[in-house]
């Protein structure tokens, strides 16, 4: 994303001088990451996610649980076991390691999943305002300053206001 807002406005810069002379050119921002901040449905949101986690969280703390007292009963009864029961608990206790690496890593997977599922409505609707107070205010182009794609501004109008009035935000 910051790739193609950045090579967008190198076009501009380097392709679009002649084009900017027949036309004007209007420029916006918005501070995407604050407009998120005061979003309404996003603590809500966080406030779901935070319980996911806290399930997955619990869960994982089980199965860590279940494999440390299974290599604690490992380490302190080896001595006593055959050479077959021995081999038996090691792989008992890398497979248990083995589903608990799985386990982190789907969970890490259906978290990011979730938060995008949870968030895509309230992004939606950031980006149907930001779309209607260009098209209103007649902008060229609106950049985004949260995500520091922006290096330099100059005559550039910040759209916040705007767009939190469209939103119906204080």
Known sequence: ???????????????????????????????????MQIMPGRDSAQTVLQGEVAELEETLKSMQAEAEKRY???????????????QTKQR???????????????????????????????IDRAKKAIEEVAKEGGYTYILDAGTAAVLYS?????IMPQVKKKLGLK
């Open 1 to 35: 994303m910051k790739k193609t807002l950045i090579a967008m406005v190198v076009c501009l810069l380097t392709l679009g001088g002649t084009a900017m002379a027949q036309k004007n050119v209007k420029l916006g921002h918005i501070n995407s990451n604050d407009l």
């Open 72 to 86: 604690n009963d490992y380490v302190a009864n080896q001595a006593g076991w055959t050479d077959l029961i021995r």
């Open 92 to 122: 008992e206790i890398q497979d248990m390691a083995s589903r608990i690496e799985e386990f982190q890593q789907n969970a890490q997977k259906q978290l990011q999943e979730r938060e995008a599922e949870l968030l895509k409505p309230i």
């Open 154 to 158: 100059q005559d550039s109008d910040d």
